[in-house]
């Protein structure tokens, strides 16, 4: 099983805030076990602002408004970067590169942009397998 021993920042997607807070995901189990590594080791987490809509709407619409809300609640928690328009068209430009073979989102683009550039590579928390496509070192 893979540890978060050494990090001591980590880039968190949408896949693990939404397993984090409810309880009726598949993955919630894991999500609470890499918290508790997370708080026990110190460790930053970074996000950003187009993953915290995705995690609240995927939480809002698959599992309950009071999920959604608890997750809301917890954003100052955590260091969430507004992204470029230069960013952005990067993260364009890795959609249509890679959307052509692979499903990738939008925000899985954006944020391998971020991660790759200003996070210095930093291993991200996703339990989807965009961020591996992608070439983001992934924690699950």
Avoid at 33 to 61: C, D, G, P
Avoid at 70 to 79: E, G, K, P, V, W
Wanted: glycine share 4%; aromatic share 14%.
């Amino acid at each position: 099983m893979e540890t978060l021993k050494g990090f001591d920042e980590i880039y968190c997607d949408a896949s693990f805030f939404v397993a984090l807070f409810s309880k009726r995901d598949t993955k919630h189990k894991r999500a609470l076990q890499l918290f508790k590594e997370i708080k026990e080791n110190r460790i930053l987490i970074h996000t950003s602002w187009f993953i915290i809509s995705e995690a609240m709407t995927v939480l809002l619409y698959q599992y309950g408004y009071s999920e959604a809300l608890t997750f809301n609640q917890s954003i100052d928690l955590y260091r969430v970067y507004h992204s470029t328009k230069s960013q952005h068209h990067q993260a364009i430009a890795l959609f249509n590169l890679f959307g052509k073979d692979k499903k990738i989102s939008f925000v899985d683009a954006l944020s391998r942009v971020l991660i790759s550039g200003e996070r210095k590579n930093m291993p991200a928390l996703s339990f989807d397998e965009d961020f591996k496509t992608l070439g983001l070192t992934t924690i699950s």
